[in-house]
């Protein structure tokens, strides 16, 4: 059995796959005060509770575990006391950074505070730089001019040990090239027994102030995702635990609890995982994904068969680059949670600001302000009743008070107050897609939307029909997806090496061997996790760009690389050079172990007509201003060949999908329901 976990800011997620593909759901509401409370009450949930304890159940059984713990630490500044230890004379390294603004036109631009203070930073007198007779055998060389003495690195220890860090960052200029000038520093550091982390370890790639600032973030969540992991450690099994990582792939919870920078968001990449197999069962090629949860809305690209290709090493994580693998992600604060607000001026605001698990939404009874849920809530688009299968009572009574209160602040009525929240939400959405989009480069109409999170359903149709979409996707349990994802995760190690190398210095011969070096050390370290040989595959990628530029284009390697590239760039930014030299950049390799395939549906294909579900229910909502008696149906009674026609709501656990009047739904192979047609 495979179980996934996501944890949210207003609820957990659970999906469990048994061994004949067949999977359970639960949601359980979150624990910020203590994550881990809910994702034990949720296996209790789903009985599966004694399973995972130490020494229960089977030992084939695994957990693959999506937590915010170190994003909400890195976000917050809820972090461990981290020590840096650099070359001396650039203690300033992580607060000069790039010189970019990420606000162009901020007249008093607002800078992440640095992870380590100034009291907390350490030198030691090192120093390399590359090799003045320059690449040998196509690789770069460095030298060592100044080294450390054993009375230098004892002084530095004394500092480490007296300035109260609990973990330690070891960032040395060129170490990419020559990682032994840190791991030196690093068995100096021993005796203190603190976690050390080396940049050249973690990510021995060029670019010193990515490398370091990375190492600072790993270093800085030591301490916390230790201390998190061993209060599961207490519940659960650690040896049946992962974690997976945002590169979309798991890694094992001892190996999460030294890199944990690797885990950021890992609750995201399990809805793109699941987002990416619900598309192709149901047919569709390159997709953009939204995810909407409680607390935010993340939205990436999936290309099918893209992997390493498809990774970004370019993320910026509460202004602090971690250049680590990870899949291409937008995030933005809109989600069913997101708190509806009006300023000083009038206007109205919805979001970044969460109402969470708790209080959560005036609909869960013990919320202040409205939010975009409890929009949906008085329009109608959310059953009353009961929520989460009748588990939860709505009080609408305190909805309809917020609404009419938010009215009177805008002017308005207070059914055009919760229009107007979901249309700034959407609006926020609609940009984000765009970035996806337009600003990669895609065409949003020839780019399918995937909808899922406890609030996708409900904008799905409303998003794809303003993108010009040729429609939008809402897959099976969309809730509960990301968990989904994680459950059917691939387990993965990356590794990369940097050349800086012209490309026509390093021929095919050369690369393909270093390559398949590079593969082989990725290979090895999955095997050593345990995993089967047999079934391990791996890939490989190459970094290009043209000599000058600040930034490269990944591609897999072929006969015709350069001519790809050109195109690539082509492709991309709308021009190329075709004399101008390529740069070789960096050399990738992915070593992955399959996790479970999906179950295929077992869907019957003949020439029925497609036919017309029947209602279970009618009730009042409103679309776009206009409210009537609309159609509820329940989403399990909708077979493949089901046709509907808005206006229409369809109901399941954990989520709502909302049909616009004259849009279209019909049911893909998989189960997956597929909305078109905007009318």
Known sequence: ??????????????????????????????????????????????????????????????????????????????????????????????????????????????????????????????????????????????????????????????????????????????????????QRVARALAPLGLPVTCSATLLPAYREHERTSTALVNAALVPVVRRYLARLARELDPERLDLLQSA???????????????????????????????????????????????????????????????AVDDVKVAGHPVALPTLDLYTIGCGGGSLARVDA?????????????????????????????????????????????????????AVARGFEGLGRALGTSAAAAA????????AGMRRALGVMTMQRGRDP????????????????????????AEGALVPVHPGVLSAWGMAHADALVDRVRTLLVPLAAFGAPQRAAALSALQAEATEALLAAGHAPGALRSEASLSLRYRGQSFELALHDSADIAERFHALHAERYGWRLDEHPIELVHLRARAVAPGPRPRSASLRVDDTPARAARPRATRRAAFGGVQGDVPVYSREDLAHDTVLIGPAIVEEFTATTLVPPGCRLSVRAGGHLWLSGWG
């Open 1 to 182: 059995m495979r179980v996934g976990i996501d944890t949210g800011g207003t609820f957990t997620d659970l999906a469990a796959r048994a061994d004949d593909g067949a999977v359970r759901i639960a949601k359980v509401p979150s624990t910020p005060d203590d994550p881990g409370r809910a994702l034990v009450a949720g296996l209790a949930a789903l009985g599966l509770e004694e399973r995972f304890r130490p020494g229960g159940g089977d030992a084939g059984s695994r957990l693959v575990h999506g937590t915010t713990v170190a994003l909400n630490a890195l976000l917050t500044g809820r972090i461990g006391r981290a020590a840096l230890v650099t070359n001396a004379g650039f203690l300033d390294l992580i607060e000069i950074g790039r010189q970019d603004r990420p606000e162009l036109y901020a007249l008093e631009p607002e800078k992440p505070a640095p992870l380590v203070p100034r009291e907390r930073r350490f030198e030691v007198p090192q120093r390399s730089w590359p090799d003045p007779a320059g690449p040998r055998d196509g690789l770069p060389r460095v030298i060592e001019v100044q080294s450390p003495s054993e009375a230098d690195l004892e002084r530095l220890r004394a500092a480490v040990a007296a300035s109260g860090a609990e973990s330690v960052a070891v960032c040395l200029l060129h170490a990419y090239a020559t990682p032994e000038i840190e």
């Open 248 to 310: 979309g792939g798991t890694l094992s919870a001892e190996r999460a609890a030294e890199e944990p920078a690797r885990v950021l968001l890992s609750g995201p990449a399990g809805g793109v995982i699941g987002a990416g197999a619900a598309a192709q069962a149901a047919g569709l090629g390159p997709v953009v994904t939204l995810d909407m949860g409680g607390t935010s809305t993340d939205v990436a690209f999936h290309a099918p068969g893209a992997g390493l290709a498809g």
């Open 345 to 397: 001026g009038g206007v109205l605001h919805v979001g970044p600001e969460s109402a969470g698990a708790d209080p959560g939404p005036l609909c869960y009874g013990r919320g202040a302000v409205p939010t975009v849920t409890d929009a949906h809530v008085f329009l109608g688009h959310v059953a009353t009743g009961g929520f989460l299968g009748g588990e939860l009572a709505l009080d609408t009574d």
């Open 419 to 426: 229009e107007a929240v979901i249309d700034v939400a959407r």
């Open 445 to 468: 109409r020839r780019t399918p939307l995937v909808a899922f999170g406890g609030g996708g359903g409900l904008h799905a149709a409303a998003l794809a029909r303003v993108m010009g």
